[in-house]
């Protein structure tokens, strides 16, 4: 049997002259004086339909980073220089706008997205997709060139300049490229709806006990424009899937589309043979009732905290709401049975799907349980594990955790603090807490690894822990992991929590490891992991190695007793 062939390939630039007459160009620049060069750092080729007023175009504006200077300005162009232009970027050419002697920009390294000739259509309700839109631009057709390597915008400025050069930038450009690296040397070709600026959709309540609703469209047009040509597909959508899908020949800009029934979802998309996608929208509802709950502000109540340790005093106030009631703005009509039970039923296990994408537990009384969970997140690790607690002190938690990693490889770090080793030395029953009789502790500590401190330096803790945790697990030295301890030598340590680095995650842990599961705690895995992976790096380096401390303290003591 022959196979069909359909072709799915639209070529929307063939229609660009008749859609659009004119463009502004906007350009972000960093120029080296000391080798007299300019780099593109964010470029935007924006074409206006025809009949569209164009924004005046701007004087370039600057700022200095000592050796660099970033510019920034628009250009009113052409649609067909605009084009022009951005076609010779996809070359790897850029050269400066309306200058007698253009100069090249140097471009980063650049890879299209989508392939050329097609565009892309943002949905209309996610325009943050794209941060660089504006309002008007209603589903936008757009064509990405986007930087592959780092080494372009890595190369450009120091740490200290790099900040001052994007927060510019961001002030200017209005969106922040923290948010959006993958920007930073990018350039893009914004092609707005040609035909219509927007789509109007609202529903129609029922009318009659059948419950029958309806949607109204009302698009509204460019001028000169028309809808003939233009394709209509409308989504019936129900919790269980989608009842039904058809395509309309568009003849007026209003439409009324009649369902049937009442309506759970609906979405609608627009395309046309030549241009391809002109609108689409992710499923929406309708708003049938707006609740309000009215209450009025009342008398103020101040609150003070005495300290009388300290002899002072705090206090701030809380104004009183009193609710007086409530009104409904529109059907207060209830569901049906049926999708009333299936919407709750999908919500719940919506909630419970999240709650395990991030890894979320509740502990209580369940020491095995909570052991095997970390230990689970530990076992995989590939490259480092860093146990951030305050109160991780014991040889136990050593063996129970430090090597649970399936590679032997895997470098485990462990930052306690100076409180945890001071409490347990209290739990020891050493009632005397001069530092003399806390350092007898520590040199207990230390006998336990079955070695004589005279036998290493501050380098070589880690060498010893690698040994002590062969010889108490019969492990080999090729089986055995690397384990990095350091202080947080603070009176109270600077991290309250309890963090559990393995790799690129992170996770939160309420209870220390020492006690893990006896007492309700909590565990969940962050779900931006970055700012908190750095957080713990610039902890990890701002604390000292154990053995460090431990002769720090004896050093003191030894000043003291020849004070005295």
Known sequence: MPISKVNMVVDPQKNMERDYDQALIHLAWNWDKSVSEGFLIFGMVELFPKGIALPSETAPIYENLGNYSIGLQRFQVSADEAIKWYKDCRQGLAL??????????????????????????????????????????????????????????????????KDKALKWLSDHLFFNFKDYPELLGSIHLIAPNPIFRDVDIKGIPSQNKENFESALLNFYLWPSQTVKNLKLTVRDIRPTGAVNIRTFDLSSPKLKIDFGHEIYKMDISVTCPHRGVLFWDKPMTFIRSIRSNISIRGATRKIILEDENKGSSAEYETDLIHPVGSSTIGSNQPLPPALKVIIASQKMRQRRSEATRLDQHLFRDQTNEAEGFVKGIIRPAKKRVLIVDPYFTTLHELIRFGLAPHDPSVLVQILTSAKGFKLLAHEQHIQDSSSENQNRYFKRLLNLLRLSKDKFGPKEFAKIFDQFCREFSGQTRAETNKIAIKVMTGKKPDAHDRFLAVDNQVWLIGSSLNKLGRRLTAAIRFPDPGPVRNTLETLWKESEELQKWIEGGERADGETKQMD
């Open 96 to 161: 400066e706008l309306k200058c007698n002697n253009p100069r090249k920009y140097k471009l980063a390294s650049l890879s299209e997205e989508p392939a050329w000739p097609n565009l892309t259509t943002v949905i209309e309700s996610d325009l943050q997709t794209v941060p660089f839109l504006a309002d008007w631009h209603c589903c936008p057709r757009l064509h990405h060139l986007i930087p592959i390597q780092d080494e372009f915008t890595n190369s450009l400025w120091n740490p200290k300049q």
